[in-house]
């Protein structure tokens, strides 16, 4: 399995106050696609989901609220997750 390439993001600068995806889901660049892009079966098949996270305007609050929220699955945030178990285990 390929390892993704390590993300540097200061997981403490997040937002603190996270509203639920559906507040801010309608700014969202992924809004009404296909969310099983979004949940790749291997990390290797998460550069879609990734190249749309990289023009999303919500990305800061999506990461953190899946960080706070403990999502283990899919990408959020312009993350693997692969490389958000890397980031939570960076602060824990
Ligand atoms: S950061 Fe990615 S997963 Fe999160 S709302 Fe934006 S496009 Fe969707």
Redesign the pocket.
């Known amino acids: 399995m390929e390892t993704m390439p390590e993300i540097d993001i200061d997981v403490q600068s997040l937002p603190s106050q996270v509203s639920p ?1 559906d507040h ?2 309608e700014l ?3 809004y009404g696609l296909d969310p099983e892009v ?1 949940f790749p079966t291997t990390e290797e098949e998460a550069g879609l ?1 990734l190249s ?2 990289s023009v ?1 305007e ?2 800061d609050m ?2 953190a609220w899946a960080v706070r929220n403990g999502e283990r699955y899919g ?4 993350t693997t997750e692969q490389q958000r178990r890397r980031l939570i285990r960076r602060v824990a």
Not at 75 to 78: K, L, N
């Open positions: 995806p801010w889901q969202a660049a992924c979004f989901a749309c996270c999303c919500v990305r999506c990461l990408v959020w945030g312009g």
